[in-house]
């Protein structure tokens, strides 16, 4: 007997006018780029109300109408193919074509043809269509025949609203622009020290208390007495979403083929929790602390309970349990906490965290759901089929890869839109950092992983993590137009990618979102990197060699005992590569060696602060010179009130004399006041 197999669906779009060619004088602005784009002279030009013909039904059907509603111009949905304006029913035979919802698309002057083997490669292929339509005296569509399909199956942002909390109208504003650029999971951080977001009936004071603080402003919370109010205090501010707004949410992100993943933090930073019910500390923890107690059985009891309510709410794959910076101090002085490592005979804190982990995983296993966790997760026994987010660079993926485990990059030098995107004299205060459009856009996360895991990492995401972010507008500012970059990341092929083009369609993608109420980061007004940053320095210190009398931290190495005499100057972020960080007891002190006696006219270092990622400018700097190295003769001093409140700043301390010498000793002296790191990026000497 002859076998068949079922082919998938095919979803079939044919619009057919007679029109007139128009020629095309313009390149595509398309972003995500499509993995194959050709152009033709035969544009369609809409005159006239276009009529549509589909093979879809029932829900389907539903969802093609919802997407077409997106269309500038009329159009009509029509049941039967007929000659010359109607559709000719075809499907998709070449699977690797569709697959991961990819589509087909051709536009002539006759017609405008879309295939495609799911709802979702149809829904982008509308979106590309949508971004081919240009409005003369009419609505015009450049020709064009693409093929198209994503690199990546998981293409996120994560969006922290508890840090500040956001309404409705705002999430969903981000899902319209994410799913215009065919971005497909939205990740939400609904709980955290600063507010718990999200409605549990069975514990109503997560959302009657714990939503509320007496301060909007988290950065004055956070340093203040970080208290929490009743949601009826007159001080009280915050919010929190119904679960009936939380299920308009997911439907309204659904239409859009967007997925909302929630995140429910444990068992650290979760203060919040702890406030609203105190039986989930450990006994007499300090102030502050953030970690639940892993001992008690009503621990677990609690976070099953509240998943419980999410599980109903969420339909998503997968559930975000956070796992990440808990400090585990609490946990040592915890009878119940030292009772469950006997319990399960568990040696360290981190087999404790991991059989915390564990348990929930099991729990969402039970339920037919999926964890996904940050990375220190992988500190522990992994649970079998737990999802990793590598944040702290791309290690945590690999050892998750080790494990079997699948992936999700998002490291922090490319993909944390809480730092600032140009010079950050310019910019609204942020957390630090520096992170352009250019460097988002220049991520490959597959760089560093083995060719044979390669299909292990689900995909990659952007995150908008918001304690410097206090009001929606800041927000978008923060977002777009970076998340554009990480669309072309997460969908394109690296070979189909140029940062020149993509700049360009950038410029006109902000112009786009502007005039569609975002509010937009301005990109043609641009300052770039630090002035010297990107090209090297000449002096007669370059390649001398340096020695320290207390070493730079491993974390902020730069380039290691060359990094003072490289020529190489930092850039805005302390975090670059260029900066070399201090901390400890003596800070900077190092001594350069000319090689030989010298006549020295000048000399110049470059201080950093950064006082979200508590780096300060030095309160005390002092030059001096030594022909035998041994006896100094002190050149230059300065004191320095540090002043936090100027955030970001860059403190050159220059000398200018006549001195001769062949040791120059540089010491920077911490702040007492506030302690710190010190960064700096080059001595330089003439």
Not at 77 to 90: E, G, H, S, V, W
Not at 509 to 536: I, M, S, W
């Amino acid at each position: 007997m002859r076998r068949f197999i079922r082919k998938k669906m095919t979803l079939l779009v044919l619009i057919l006018l007679s029109a007139q060619a128009f020629s095309q004088t313009e390149n595509t602005g398309i972003i995500p780029v499509p993995r194959q784009f050709g152009t033709n002279s035969n544009d369609f030009v809409v005159n006239k109300e276009i009529r549509i013909y589909t093979n879809l039904k029932g829900t389907e059907k539903k969802n093609l109408l919802f997407s077409l509603k997106e269309l500038p111009f009329a159009w009509k949905l029509t049941r039967n193919k007929i000659k010359n304006d109607a559709a000719f029913l075809k499907q998709a035979s070449d699977s690797a074509v569709y697959a991961h919802d990819g589509y087909a698309l051709n536009v002539s002057d006759k017609r405008i043809q879309l295939n495609a083997a799911t709802s979702a490669g149809l829904f982008y292929g509308l979106q590309t269509l949508r971004q081919l339509i240009r409005k003369n005296d009419l609505y015009v569509i450049q020709g064009a025949e693409i093929v198209d399909k994503p690199r990546f199956e998981y293409r996120g942002l994560m969006l922290d609203v508890s840090r500040h909390f956001y309404p409705l109208a705002f999430v969903k504003k981000q899902i319209d622009a994410m799913a215009y650029y065919k971005l497909n999971r939205l990740h939400l951080h609904l709980t955290d020290a600063a507010g718990w977001r999200i409605e549990i009936k069975k514990y109503p004071r997560l959302t009657s208390y714990a939503a509320w603080r007496p301060q909007q402003n988290w950065k004055k919370w956070w340093n203040g007495d970080r208290r929490y109010v009743s949601f009826d205090n007159d001080s009280a501010s915050g919010g929190f979403y119904t679960q009936k707004e939380i299920r308009e949410l997911v439907k309204y992100a659904a239409e859009r083929h967007v997925t909302i993943i929630p995140e429910i933090e444990m068992p650290a930073h979760s203060e919040e929790t702890m406030a609203a019910y105190p039986f989930l500390s450990c006994p007499n923890v300090k102030f502050r602390n953030g970690d639940v107690c892993a001992g008690k059985d009503s621990t677990y009891e609690f976070f099953e309970n509240v998943l419980e309510e999410v599980l109903k709410l969420f339909p998503s794959e997968y559930i975000h349990i956070g796992g990440d910076e808990a400090g585990k101090t609490a946990w040592k002085n915890c009878p119940y906490c030292k009772a469950r490592m006997e319990k399960e005979k568990l040696t360290t804190f981190n087999d404790l965290q991991a059989c915390f982990i564990g348990r929930i995983a099991n729990y969402l296993h039970l339920k037919g759901r999926k964890m996904i966790g940050w990375d220190e997760i992988t500190e522990g026994q992994i649970p079998g089929d737990a999802v990793i987010m590598s944040w702290r660079g791309e290690q945590g993926a690999l050892n998750a890869l080790k494990n079997g485990n699948q992936a999700i990059m998002t490291p922090g030098e490319f993909c944390y839109l809480d730092a600032y995107q140009d010079a950050p004299l310019t910019q609204p205060e942020a957390i630090g950092g520096y992170l352009p459009l250019e460097k988002v856009y220049s991520y490959n996360p597959l760089e560093v992983v083995p060719t044979l895991q390669q299909n292990m990492i689900r995909g990659v995401q952007a995150n908008l993590w918001t304690e410097y972010v206090p009001t929606p507008e800041h927000a978008e500012y923060m977002i777009w137009p970076r998340l554009l970059a990480l669309s072309e990341v997460a969908w394109s092929e690296p070979g189909q990618k140029s940062w020149p083009d993509f700049h360009r369609r950038a410029l006109s993608a902000v112009g786009f979102l502007k005039a569609k109420g975002y509010h937009t980061f301005d990109l043609c007004n641009e300052t770039g990197n630090r002035q010297n940053a990107q090209h090297p320095v000449n002096h007669k210190a370059v390649g001398k060699k340096v020695f320290y009398a207390g070493k730079y931290s491993d974390a902020y190495p730069a380039g290691g005992e060359t990094a003072l005499t490289d020529g190489l100057c930092g850039g805005w972020s302390y975090n670059d590569k260029r900066w070399q960080g201090f901390i400890g007891p003596k800070r900077l002190e190092v001594v350069v060696d000319l090689d030989s006696i010298q006549q020295i006219s000048a000399i110049q270092v470059c201080f950093l602060q950064s006082t979200g990622a508590e780096v300060y400018l030095p309160s005390g700097i002092e030059y001096s010179i030594s022909e035998d190295g041994e006896h100094f003769t002190k050149l230059y001093s300065e004191d320095n009130a540090v002043n936090t409140s100027e955030g970001i700043k860059y403190h050159d301390a220059d000398w200018k004399g006549s001195a001769k010498g062949r040791y120059v000793k540089v010491k920077a002296i911490a702040s007492p006041q506030f302690g710190g790191w010190v960064f700096t990026d080059e001595i330089r000497i003439n």
